[in-house]
């Protein structure tokens, strides 16, 4: 155990330098899958990594300022420390937060440059020329490469957006318009639901970006500059450690910094990849009349290995579900079938048998029972066209009666509406649902009521941020359980529901109705709640909000995360160009 313990302390700097390197690679690769998932273990793997990366590199460095003597090749290694520190272009924040932090990091950067360039000091007499030359270069990479994570995450925060000129955006759909110092534009040929979800899934992809990666800094001409030099520093460091003669050192220290060249150099040429494979760097080419850059970079962005293929989902393309009546135990509940609703079904009858209060067991209720489900096509086109017909009401001769029953604050209609709704699709059978077009339509009425109504539940438990609530989530739904008050609103829910003869016609005007409450929560929500959600898989929510936002229909008084640079520019240029219905060609 002791020579375990001695050959652990022997090559102890070696395995963390790898160890932070490997850590890059791993946020490289799958710091951008979050904006396309929900898997929690995936997002706490990333937020680990995300964590661990700085630890770990600052770990090394001081390690290295104490022990560079006992490895000869080691201190070449804290540049290299410097660069991982630096993050990758994929990556720059987990969360919105994580921008405001960017004076801990310049703060950091002046102490970890000081320290390397103290380590760098102390092996100055004893290292060939060539061996300096070559650590110098690359101590300007890390200098470089942790400034733009600096920069990014400077101009990543909502403020900096807010304030900045050079961050209006211009948006395509049909017409034109203006509202205030935002301009919209849209094109004629954005016709169907599918060209519509595209163009907002690509806005809300560059809307992530510019918040999440280093995108924003590297659409900059400084950016621009800086990138290239750390590009070509880069590489004559490693054609010039090449032609140092390595046999004084050890063959592990000599491979390990190889493979710290190697790899640098591959994620250097993967992130210039992505950067040419952005819709902003076609735009930039296209409208300087770079034909040849223009076409490779649509290559690039058109291709499925690499860009953004129209096949391909920007975002989770799920929306959460909570079925909130049924944990009030006033449905029988189905068989559970999912290891959540397992665990769940556990945990109640554990409640029940010591007698565990309803406010701690409802906790672990909006923990377990929440799920996710896929978006339909016809259900999201249902959301986009109701705004565009937002000046005319529908009728709700079956509902209409009973509004004024239902409350008078978005969290009890919200309640109400959903109790009521589960309550009244109860009184669908499968059986009822199988046969012919008319059972077909109406089964598909009955899916949507419900996904509409557990997805509304689902934001009130777990992104109550994103509705316009009076007071916090939690208190609303444990004074709906636990109160007479609650337990009179469920009964006259019900009362209600009782009351409604099934058929398609009332399944349509709680679809109506429910559209319509998705589509005034979005109205009163924050920019800021969207652009955390994007770090999350996004939301169906953030879709109808940026869809509003097209229309001015948002407010005056909002700020809005726009879409194409104004600044300087003499004509528009389209950032996205999509073909019309009936073209062959993407």
Known sequence: MENLVQLFYDWEIQQLVLLSFTIQIFLFFTGGLRRRGTNILLRFSIWIAYLGADMVAV????????????????????????????????????????????????????????LAAYIFWKSIGRHDVELLVSGTLVFIVGIIRYGERIWSLRCGRYESLEESPGNQYELQMNGSRQRGDATFFFEDRLDGVKKRLKLLEICLGIMYDDLYTKALVLRTRSGIILRCISHICAWVAFIVFLACHGGRYSRVDTSITYLLFIGGLYLEVCGMTNLMASPWTWAWLKARKHEKLAWFSWSLFSSNLIGWPEKRQLWSNAMGQYNFYGWLGR????????????????????????????????????????????????????????????????????????????????????????????????????????????????????????????????????????????????????????????????????????????????????????????????????????????????????????????????????????????????????????????????
């Open 59 to 114: 770990y090394s460095l001081g390690y290295l300022s104490r022990h560079a003597d006992a490895h000869p090749l080691a201190f070449f290694w804290a540049p290299f420390l410097l660069v991982h520190l630096g993050g990758q272009d994929t990556i720059t924040a987990f969360a919105m937060e994580d921008n405001n932090l960017w004076l801990r990091h310049l703060l950091n950067l002046v102490v970890q440059a000081v």
């Open 331 to 586: 449905k029988e509940q189905q068989q559970p079938s999912s290891f959540n609703q397992q665990c769940m079904a556990a945990v109640r009858q554990l409640a029940t048998l010591f007698r565990v209060e309803k406010k701690k067991s409802l906790l672990m209720s909006k923990l377990l029972e929440r799920e996710h489900v896929k978006v339909d096509g016809v259900l999201i086109k249902c959301l986009l066209d109701r705004i565009g017909r937002l000046d005319s009401p529908k009728a709700l001769p079956n509902l209409g009666p009973h509004l004024n029953l239902m409350g008078s604050t978005f969290d009890m209609v919200t309640i109400v509406f959903h109790v009521l709704t589960e309550k009244h699709l109860s009184k669908y059978s499968p059986s009822d649902l199988e046969g012919n077009e008319a059972a077909a339509y109406t089964n598909v009425l009955v899916e949507d009521c419900r996904k509409l109504s557990r997805y509304m539940m689902y934001l009130m438990a777990a992104s109550p941020s994103l509705l316009p609530l009076e007071q916090s989530s939690v208190a609303v739904l444990e004074r709906w359980q636990q109160s007479w008050w609650g337990s009179g609103c469920t009964e006259l829910a019900e009362w209600i529901a009782d009351a409604l003869q099934p058929g398609q016609e009332t399944l349509e005007e709680i679809k109506e109705l429910w559209v319509q409450l998705i589509i005034y929560a979005a109205s009163k929500s924050r920019p800021e709640t969207h652009a955390a959600q994007l770090a999350r898989g996004g939301e169906l929510l953030t879709f109808v909000w940026l869809q509003l936002a097209f229309y001015g229909l948002i407010g005056s008084n909002r700020a809005m995360i726009e879409l194409t640079s104004k600044t300087k520019m003499k004509k528009i240029f389209y950032a996205v160009h999509l073909p019309p219905e009936d073209s062959e060609t993407t």
